[in-house]
């Protein structure tokens, strides 16, 4: 017994021995980087004491500590950064849905600015602003060097005054110079309507307005349709839209679902970790949805096109969406500023991330760029050609009544309708034409 007792004291001595002996050069480690992280803050404390006292020029103490918060932050990524009172009351603005400015949502790339999409119905939009336009100058002015913060504030001015931006677009060989009046942005969050037997969902952004206008908007088209049994299905237009809250992703995503995952959220911590599932109820009734995607998609529109595409319920045609799996945090900060962090990751149902990859879509689409008028009015001409019928003299049709006669008529005019659509938008008609084919297939095509 008592040998036992000394050989389980002896095990007990050794493993205490063991731990201190692994432990030791941590702790030293420990040590080595809290002394490290110390030197670097004495560090900044001497640059900042050498500018106050000896820059060429009085400075702003204030600005230059928050010119260095926002240069640690814009380090990590684009995403992250430092935003003043004024800035954190912008975006509080904005995620409600009416601001002032351009109407444009912008990224860093390279030090480049670029634009990620233009906003329906806003100046920049209607000024002829492009997603993936690169811009290089405001009102002559280079932005090359300034973080983003800056540049965006460059863009900023008052309601009804003129900017005029220089951009670098793929494909043009010299620099377009687009002027631009700013106005109060307010933004419709979906706009609906019907074309044919298709209800079209065009979501615009990703804000508090988003899932109730969807249902809204859902629910009257379908009313306009006469029934959802008069409806083949619906089109999720999510092209040019740069996202916006999360909640609002994964509210739209849920609208289409009855259930499984919608996105996870990974952050450093596997702990940290979230996972957000749809709830029973398909506002659609389980109908055809084609979504609708682009280089301008981004964030919150990759969650919704990656969800539905993942459970196999939507097919997602256009071009390869912009690729930004972050999620960011608004932290309130002391003195009614905050910081905008990159916290975790998202991920569709399926495991993957779009991160710098985007969603890829099912069919590929490209959107043609618009034909000059002269091609456009030859065209027209084409379809305004003379047919028999138009021969005086001609023979009547007598294989037909007048009502089938009529209603020939007005297939026709649909078919030259639905013409008209591909010259103004050819990636929606072929998503009209997938649902049609689904129709003409019948259910089992479902």
Not at 24 to 38: D, F, G, M, R
Not at 133 to 149: A, K, Q, R, Y
Not at 163 to 189: C, F
Not at 356 to 370: H, K, N
Request: no cysteine; charged share 25%.
């Amino acid at each position: 017994m008592k040998k036992f007792l000394m050989a389980a004291a002896t095990g007990t001595l050794a493993s205490v021995l063991i731990t201190t002996q692994v432990a030791a050069p941590l702790l030293a480690q420990e040590s080595t980087k809290t002394t490290n992280v110390y030197q670097q803050l004495d560090l900044f404390g001497d640059i900042f004491e050498r500018i106050r006292a000896q820059y060429v020029e009085e400075v702003d103490e204030g600005d230059l500590i928050e010119a260095a918060i926002n240069g640690m932050l814009t380090s990590l990524d684009p995403h992250s950064s430092y935003l003043s009172p004024e800035d954190a009351e912008g975006m509080k603005v904005q995620t409600s849905g009416e601001f002032g400015g351009l109407g444009i949502e912008v990224t860093q790339e390279e030090g480049f600015v670029k634009v990620v999409s233009p906003i329906d119905g806003t100046p920049a939009d209607e000024a002829g602003v492009e997603s993936g336009d690169f811009i290089t100058h405001v009102d002559g002015e280079s932005l090359l060097g300034l973080t983003l913060d800056e540049a965006v504030e460059m863009m900023r001015g008052p309601v009804g005054s003129e900017i005029v931006i220089t951009v670098a677009r793929e494909g043009e060989d010299e620099p377009l110079e687009i002027s631009i009046i700013r106005d109060t942005i307010k933004l419709t969050a979906v706009r609906s309507r019907v074309e044919g037997t298709s209800v079209v969902l065009r979501v615009t952004t990703f804000n508090r307005q988003t899932s109730p206008n969807l249902a809204s908007g859902i629910k009257e088209q379908i009313e306009e349709a006469g029934g959802m049994d008069k409806v083949n299905g619906f089109i999720l237009d999510l092209r040019n839209n740069p996202g916006g809250l999360l909640t609002e992703a994964i509210a739209v995503s849920d609208a289409f679902l009855e259930s499984g995952e919608i996105v996870s959220t990974r952050g450093r911590n596997p702990e940290d970790g979230e996972r957000y599932n749809a709830t029973a109820g398909d506002l659609t009734g389980g109908k055809p949805i084609v979504v609708l995607i682009n280089g301008g998609s981004a964030s919150a529109s990759e969650i919704v096109a990656g969800a539905l595409q993942d459970h196999r319920r939507a097919i997602v045609v256009g071009t390869k969406s912009f690729g930004k799996g972050s999620v960011q945090t608004v932290m309130p900060l002391r003195g009614e500023g905050a910081m905008r962090l990159t916290t975790a990751r998202y991920y569709t149902p399926s495991g993957r991330s779009i991160q710098a990859l985007g969603v890829s879509p099912d069919i590929v689409v490209e959107q043609p760029r618009r034909k000059p008028d002269a091609e456009t009015e030859e065209e027209q001409t084409k379809f305004e050609a003379r047919t028999e019928a138009d021969l005086r003299g001609s023979l009547n049709n007598d294989s037909l009544t007048e009502d089938e006669i009529e209603q020939i008529k007005k297939d026709q005019e649909k078919a030259l309708a639905a013409a008209k659509l591909r010259e103004e938008d050819y990636q929606l008609a072929y998503a009209i034409d997938i649902l049609k084919g689904l129709e003409a297939l019948g259910p089992e095509s479902k």
